[in-house]
């Protein structure tokens, strides 16, 4: 992992795979900033080399949603960390966030429009995700009857994410916030897939992370809709193809896990990324900018 930076008027606290967080130099006042870097993760590592400006596309697709979360898409605005009006360090702008330090909940909020992933796999097991029954028949890659919310517990750096019940989560962090973030997510999940579709894009499943402000309230938090945190296919190529691999057209890093999945057994340190998907993946990643700041696609 890379050292992280020396920032004025700020201590490093903290790194994680891909952000590295900051607190004020003079003590804690309820606000922290978080750098999106350009290391990639798959399968809960951090990979070598990084994807070259992707802290900074990142962080502009994350704070575009958070607009449009907060009332700019017309729907009932979502609380977010960001704190207005803050300024951020001349060596990380563009690609950092200054926020209001939250109560995290420990769980990632997934949600499911379609099956893939690892939700595919456990299908074709137990014909479930995240103990959830789905219908017979489904194919790889095939729209769900309703999103789903198939919630994973956060594990600690190193260690793997898992997928949880919504049982489990209830007994984590509790019956009432539970449900609320649930409803929260599904709701947010619906809401971003229509802007996406408008601009001919699927938004095949996302994860959404919360935390709790002082007086209570559930807040949209970290990165939301990102690349890195969404898969993202092209809705042409999902209505035509006629495999996994046609249909899922992908606009995120699945670039980077299909070659490690075929490169790596999943023990020991992973291999380097070619150059060539270093390269692919980020021609991705700003592809997938364009597409969702345009204009909406006619029809």
């Not at 909020?109 to 097991?125: I, N």
């Amino acid at each position: 992992m890379t050292t992280p930076e020396e920032l004025p008027g700020w201590t490093h606290s903290y790194s994680g795979k891909v952000r590295d967080l900051y607190v004020p130099a003079g003590g804690a006042d309820g606000r922290l900033l978080v750098v999106a870097s350009d290391r990639v993760s798959a399968f809960d590592y951090a990979l070598q080399p990084g994807i070259p400006g992707k802290g900074a596309l990142l962080t502009t697709l994350s704070l575009w949603w958070f607009d449009r979360l907060a009332g700019g898409d017309g729907g009932t605005p979502v609380p977010n960390h960001l704190v207005a009006d803050a300024a951020v360090p001349d060596a990380v702008a563009g690609r950092a966030m200054v926020v209001q330090a939250l109560d995290m909940l420990p769980i990632e909020c997934v949600v499911r429009g379609y099956l893939t992933g690892s939700g595919w796999a456990e299908y074709e097991q137990s014909r479930t995700v995240c103990g959830i029954p789905l219908p017979e028949g489904l194919h790889n890659g095939d729209r769900l009857p309703e999103p789903i919310f198939t919630p994973a517990h956060k594990a600690p750096m190193g260690q793997h994410d898992e997928n949880i019940t919504f049982a489990q989560t209830a007994e984590l962090i509790g019956a009432e916030h539970a449900a609320a973030v649930r409803d929260l997510s599904i709701d947010i999940y619906r809401r971003a897939a229509a802007t996406a579709l408008e601009r001919g894009l699927i938004l095949a499943d996302t994860k959404f992370e919360f935390g709790v402000a002082g007086d209570g309230t559930i807040t949209l938090a970290d990165e939301v809709l990102t690349a890195d945190s969404s898969r993202y296919w092209d809705a042409a190529a999902w209505r035509e193809g006629s495999t996994p691999a046609e249909r899922m057209a992908s606009f995120d890093k699945q670039i980077v896990r299909d070659w490690l999945a075929a490169h790596w057994a999943k023990t020991g340190e992973p291999p380097t990324l070619p150059a060539d998907i270093v390269a692919r993946t980020a021609a991705r990643y700003r592809e997938l900018i364009d597409r969702l700041t345009a204009a909406p696609v006619p029809g």
